[in-house]
């Protein structure tokens, strides 16, 4: 086993990311995508033949899904279905999420074994989560669900940002830009993905089977190199579940942009945590449904141009 530390490059955008991330003015020396998926890694997908609706003889890339058992110190937690990059990001982020770490708790190490398929998270602290993982309901997440547990024990306490603000010309500019960006989900569906933006600026693109470890994946790369969060934007691919906000509010995000749909409940805790909840946002359309006060409506929706089919036809087979 080997201990997962920051990849090449990785560092300096991150101290960037610090500097820039204190006013919002200071965003444009920011680097864009300082992490986002590579369609071209050949550990992630795999080339499969098949025949089309006409008969005819085709090969299509399919997404490749396999176990990651994670442990906490010497406990096992969950066995998760994953494309199975950035394990330490993943592995960080559903223990956060899942309130087993504290923001304020010291990671001796991180040990990846890929062909054991495990992860082990090691804590200065002693933890015992015996009782918690009793509590287990499964959520709409896909793929395989997360455990629910004490998922809300802190979501009361968590007080948002009141200072963010929504520029609907961010909005559009993601979207263009994240929708053109290379990924898993144009190259071959069966895929969500979640960024981590700051105005009109991607940060961290991260793709999964399951839209709840994207996120897992961006909360563990934020908590691992100290980076704010009431500053900054989650944009989804996926549904506006209660899970979905659930997950932003904990990670102290208080803007969640999705280019895909609500659950009443969704609605209904994002209103009660104060998150600004945008769905639907594709082309030049999007509805708000909580959290309104934050947006600015600075572009004229005539002026945007309509999505390309292609990212419409996608969305509506995988969604």
């Known amino acids: 086993m080997s201990e997962a530390a920051a990849r090449p490059g990785d560092r300096e955008p991150v101290r960037q990311l610090r500097k ?12 864009e995508f300082l ?17 089309d609706e006409s008969g005819r003889p085709v090969e299509t890339a399919v997404v490749m899904e396999r176990p990651l058992t994670l442990f906490l110190n010497g406990q096992e937690i969950v066995t998760m279905m994953t494309i199975g990059d950035y394990p330490d990001y993943l592995a960080l982020g559903y223990l956060l ?30 933890t015992n989560y015996e009782e918690k993982l009793k509590k287990k309901i ?8 997360t455990v629910f547990g004490d998922l809300m024990e802190k979501f009361d306490e968590i007080a948002l940002s009141r200072d963010a603000l929504l520029r609907t010309s961010w909005i559009y500019t993601l979207s263009r830009k994240i929708n053109g960006a290379p990924s898993l989900y144009l190259a071959s569906g069966a895929i969500h ?23 897992d994946k961006i909360a563990g790369w934020m908590f691992r190199h100290g980076v704010p969060a ?37 609605v209904d805790l994002a209103r009660q945590a104060g998150l600004t909840l945008v769905g639907r946002a594709k082309g030049r359309r999007f ?14 929706p005539a002026a945007t141009g309509e999505e390309e089919a292609r990212h419409g036809r996608r969305a509506a087979r995988d969604d």
């Open 20 to 31: 820039a991330s204190a006013k919002l003015a200071g965003a444009a020396e920011l680097e």
């Open 35 to 51: 992490l986002r998926p590579d369609p071209e890694d050949p550990r992630l997908t795999r080339r499969v033949q098949g025949l």
């Open 97 to 126: 999420n899942q309130n087993m770490l504290r923001p304020d708790d010291e990671i001796e190490g991180i040990d990846v074994d890929e062909d054991l398929e495990v992860v082990v998270v090691r804590t200065a602290r002693a």
């Open 138 to 145: 499964r959520t709409s997440g896909c793929a395989q669900g």
């Open 193 to 215: 993905g979640c960024v981590l933006c700051q105005g009109d600026r991607p940060l961290v693109y991260m793709e999964d089977v399951g839209r709840h470890n994207a996120v």
């Open 230 to 266: 009431a500053d900054k934007i989650f944009y989804t691919t996926g549904r506006l579940t209660s899970e979905m906000v659930i997950k932003t509010v904990q990670m102290g995000i208080p803007i969640l942009v999705s280019r895909s749909g609500f659950t009443a409940w969704g």
């Open 287 to 300: 509805v708000a449904l909580a959290g309104e006060e934050r947006i600015v409506f600075d572009a004229d």
